[in-house]
């Protein structure tokens, strides 16, 4: 195997232990979330630095690739791909340090009426499985795969487009939710986000093994 077949797999598996650690992080802040976990909440606080330092590792030995190597072709294209990638998985990485804060935070759990109506619930599963499924389709280097994640994402937009006036109705009857409704809206948003980041990695596989840019397109084909 040539040198360069063993740095770029030496990346791959950087990149996976990444990416299995962010999905920790994720369903940690989620398990937190739903039973009220202070402490749990702090370990996801805590393991924040090491997705901060994993994402500079891996930065920096795609530098050390570039410079020493030179490549090409498909090999470019995964550099590429593994930048970027690792870019959003350090982002995903924020906002599940941002919901666990947001436990840390809370003075007591949320109503269970309340996580019922919002369906925030099936948005933060659906955002973690659409992360475990962009995972999978990077190791098996699957584009059908890394495809079914822009589907799944409508449930996310679907939860968000309808939260302000679903928790409206709820506030007018439950007033005494007002301050939970506005950390919950925060939450919606940021899983939201995930939904988006992850995309992006879909995106960036997609280009890796097929050359197609699907940046600014309005059909993932």
């Given at each position: 195997?040539?040198?360069?077949?063993?740095e770029l797999?030496l990346?791959?598996s950087?990149?996976?232990?990444?990416?299995?650690?962010?999905n920790?992080?994720?369903?940690?802040?989620?398990?937190?979330?739903?039973?009220f976990d202070?402490d749990?909440?702090r370990e996801?606080?805590?393991?924040?630095?090491r997705?901060?330092g994993?994402?500079?590792k891996i930065?920096?030995?795609?530098?050390?690739i570039f410079?020493?190597?030179?490549p090409?072709?498909?090999?470019?294209?995964?550099?590429?791909a593994?930048?970027k990638i690792?870019?959003?998985?350090?982002r995903?990485?924020d906002?599940?340090?941002?919901?666990?804060?947001y436990?840390?935070?809370?003075?007591?759990?949320?109503?269970?009426?309340?996580?019922?109506?919002?369906?925030?619930?099936?948005?933060?599963?659906?955002?973690v499985?659409?992360l475990?499924d962009t995972?999978?389709?990077f190791?098996?280097?699957?584009?059908?795969?890394?495809?079914?994640?822009f589907k799944?994402?409508?449930?996310?937009?679907?939860v968000?487009k309808?939260s302000?006036?679903?928790?409206e109705?709820h506030?007018?009857a439950?007033?005494?939710d007002?301050a939970?409704?506005?950390?919950?809206?925060?939450?919606?948003r940021r899983?939201?986000?995930?939904g988006?980041q992850?995309?992006?990695?879909?995106?960036?596989?997609?280009?890796?093994?097929?050359?197609?840019v699907?940046?600014?397109?309005?059909?993932?084909?």
């Amino acid at each position: 195997m040539a040198q360069i077949e063993t740095e770029l797999q030496l990346l791959k598996s950087e990149a996976i232990n990444m990416w299995t650690l962010v999905n920790s992080q994720l369903n940690k802040a989620r398990e937190a979330f739903l039973t009220f976990d202070k402490d749990l909440a702090r370990e996801v606080v805590l393991k924040e630095k090491r997705v901060n330092g994993s994402e500079l590792k891996i930065d920096r030995d795609c530098e050390n690739i570039f410079a020493l190597f030179c490549p090409v072709a498909i090999d470019l294209r995964f550099l590429l791909a593994v930048l970027k990638i690792n870019s959003n998985l350090e982002r995903i990485g924020d906002i599940a340090e941002g919901i666990a804060k947001y436990i840390i935070d809370a003075e007591a759990p949320f109503s269970k009426e309340l996580l019922e109506v919002s369906r925030v619930m099936p948005m933060y599963e659906e955002a973690v499985g659409m992360l475990e499924d962009t995972q999978a389709a990077f190791e098996k280097e699957d584009t059908i795969l890394a495809r079914g994640v822009f589907k799944r994402d409508d449930l996310l937009d679907a939860v968000n487009k309808s939260s302000n006036k679903v928790l409206e109705a709820h506030l007018k009857a439950h007033p005494e939710d007002t301050a939970q409704a506005l950390w919950l809206i925060s939450i919606i948003r940021r899983l939201e986000r995930v939904g988006d980041q992850t995309k992006n990695v879909a995106e960036e596989i997609i280009f890796y093994l097929e050359a197609k840019v699907l940046k600014h397109s309005k059909k993932f084909a």
